[in-house]
């Protein structure tokens, strides 16, 4: 375990830990954890895929609620003709 210099106030860190214990800079770039700064465009987008994503869903799973009621419709009819033929 080594240390190196913080590119930001020259402390001394270990080269395990992502971000400077004494200014919080990241100490190496390629290990920044993904909480930091660039997080919030994606939100946005992830917010309106969200959206999108329960449309498309509900587009897909009504039609088959529908046929599952449609389904049962008729299992209940086949039963009521068969209970009335006897
Ligand atoms: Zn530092």
Same mark, same amino acid.
């Given at each position: 375990?080594?240390? +190196?210099?913080?590119?930001?106030?020259?402390?001394?860190?270990?080269?395990?830990?992502?971000?400077?214990?004494?200014?919080?800079?990241?100490?190496?770039?390629?290990?920044?954890?993904?909480?930091?700064?660039?997080?919030?465009?994606?939100?946005?987008?992830?917010?309106?895929?969200?959206?999108?994503?329960?449309?498309?869903?509900?587009?897909?799973?009504?039609?088959? +609620?529908?046929?599952?009621?449609?389904? +049962?419709?008729?299992?209940?009819?086949?039963?009521?003709?068969?209970?009335?033929?006897?």
């Amino acid at each position: 375990m080594a240390l +190196i210099p913080c590119p930001e106030c020259g402390n001394q860190v270990s080269t395990q830990a992502v971000t400077c214990p004494s200014c919080g800079s990241p100490v190496n770039g390629n290990r920044v954890p993904p909480a930091a700064g660039s997080a919030r465009e994606p939100m946005v987008n992830a917010g309106l895929l969200g959206k999108v994503a329960a449309v498309v869903g509900a587009w897909l799973v009504v039609p088959w +609620i529908v046929r599952l009621l449609a389904f +049962i419709a008729g299992i209940v009819m086949l039963g009521v003709m068969f209970m009335s033929a006897r």
